[in-house]
């Protein structure tokens, strides 16, 4: 049994290599364990430091060294950058209005990150709530928690007196050839949706950087205004694959699957994780074949979700489903269990994943399982076992919506709720 890695505040020359030998021996789950117990301890001492921030700044004491402010005094004797210096002493002024979530973050149980992201909307209502989500939710879960508590504040106390809309302009730079403009949330909202979906139509290379295709795509919509047509024209099912199937392998499901399942037209013979991969993006035709390779009979064999489930899993994911991806622009909807003919295209069935991570789930050795609408277990080649949930505001916009429908007041009711 390998001897444990040394816990040392500080390591000399020999204590590193020592430590660095003993830890390649480590196992996965080990080297895991030991950093999520590091994570902690650093955690602990970020919160003493806050601490004494606070306490340090309240004194004022910063002054006595000819520093204008807390937050330079930090960034000139902490060895630490002015970003990290502002977030240091702008969470060290706020620590008295949060005391449940200092709580949390002096046991060690919520990072300075996740701190970070609500110091600026906790109040004495809503601290508790946001203080148990801190443990549960990702840093980026919690910041879209956070925008949305945020949003609802500015709502609640804007006077309905058109500033945001009087405030909205287009201005143009002749000499840079540059446009700048401001919009009422709304009108952003939908120029920037009908700016991508151009965007997504527009034939190009791959590599091509996603401000040039938007760009591309908003000259699609200047083509329209302009002649009313569009170069850009959007094809949300740009493959039409005719996939040649024995008669054996489609009817016999006892039978050993082949590894070259089908024929590709006009590109040979592909094995059945090809044939996956592209049937997730693609109006498939299955054309059954006889014994010496006559086509009996063309059918379509693929039903692909509604535009209003689309929409739901988009509202639902946010993001790739995958744990880690943030890409939301090119992610795509897709079946969790391949679709079969006589299936349902249900939600539960449905997630949005990313170009990559459609491909890695299609890769021999990958598995998704489970309820798009409650958890997904997504297990690597090695057994690890990732789990990812949907977005936070859907699921308690959903929760609502479940309650209303369940209530006894009207027999039967309905809810919705936008995030």
């Known amino acids: 049994m ?12 020999e204590g590193i290599a020592v430590f660095i030998t003993v830890t390649a021996a480590e196992s996965n789950e080990a080297l895991a364990a030991g ?58 002024e706020k620590t008295q209005d949060m005391p ?35 443990k549960e939710l990702s840093v980026r879960e919690l910041a879209e928690v956070a925008r949305t508590t945020a949003a609802r504040a500015r709502s609640a106390s804007v006077s309905p007196s058109g500033a945001e ?48 295709r938007r760009c591309d795509g908003f000259m699609g919509i200047v083509d329209v205004a302009t002649h009313g047509t569009s170069k850009a024209t959007a094809a949300p099912n740009p493959f039409f694959v005719v996939a040649h199937v024995p008669l ?18 006009h590109d040979g ?49 946010r993001h790739c489903r995958f744990p880690g991806c943030a890409n939301a622009t090119f992610a795509a909807v897709h079946h969790i269990v391949p679709w079969k003919p006589g299936g349902g295209t249900d939600l539960d069935n449905l997630v ?22 409650e958890e997904l277990r997504i297990e690597n080649p090695g057994g690890r076992v990732t789990l990812s949930r949907p977005s936070v505001l859907w699921t308690r916009a959903s929760a609502g919506a479940r309650v209303i429908g369940s209530g006894s007041g009207s027999g039967s009711g309905s809810g919705s709720a936008s995030d």
């Open 2 to 13: 390998p001897t444990r890695a040394p816990a040392t505040t500080a390591l000399g020359a």
């Open 35 to 92: 950093m999520q117990a590091d994570r902690r301890q650093i955690t602990m001492a970020q919160a003493r430091l806050v601490l004494r921030q606070a306490e340090f700044g309240r004194r004022q004491a910063y002054l006595d060294d000819g520093a204008t402010s807390l937050e330079s005094w930090s960034a000139e004797n902490l060895g630490v950058s002015v970003a990290t210096a502002r977030s240091y002493s702008h969470v060290a």
């Open 100 to 134: 449940r979530v200092m709580g949390s973050f002096c046991a060690g149980e919520i990072s300075f990150d996740k701190v970070r992201a609500v110091v600026d909307v906790a109040t004495p209502e809503n601290e508790r709530d946001l203080c148990e989500q801190a």
């Open 165 to 212: 809309h009087d405030g909205r302009y287009v201005r143009f730079n002749d000499e840079r050839r540059t446009m700048s403009l401001q919009l009422p949330k709304e009108s952003y909202a939908q120029t920037k949706a009908c700016v991508d979906a151009y965007a997504a139509g527009v034939s190009s290379e791959e590599e091509t950087p996603l401000d040039q």
């Open 248 to 265: 054996e392998d489609l009817v016999d499901d006892a039978g050993e699957k082949s590894e070259l399942a089908a024929e590709l037209e």
């Open 269 to 317: 013979l592909i094995d059945v994780e090809t044939v996956q991969r592209i049937a997730c993006d693609a109006t498939v035709v299955v054309a059954v074949d006889d014994n010496v390779g006559h086509t009996m009979y063309e059918g379509r064999a693929r039903r692909f979700p509604s535009g209003a489930q689309r929409r739901e899993v988009i509202r639902r994911d």
């Open 352 to 373: 949005l994943l990313c170009r990559h991570h459609h491909g890695v789930v299609h890769r021999k050795g990958w598995s998704m399982e489970g309820n798009a609408n």
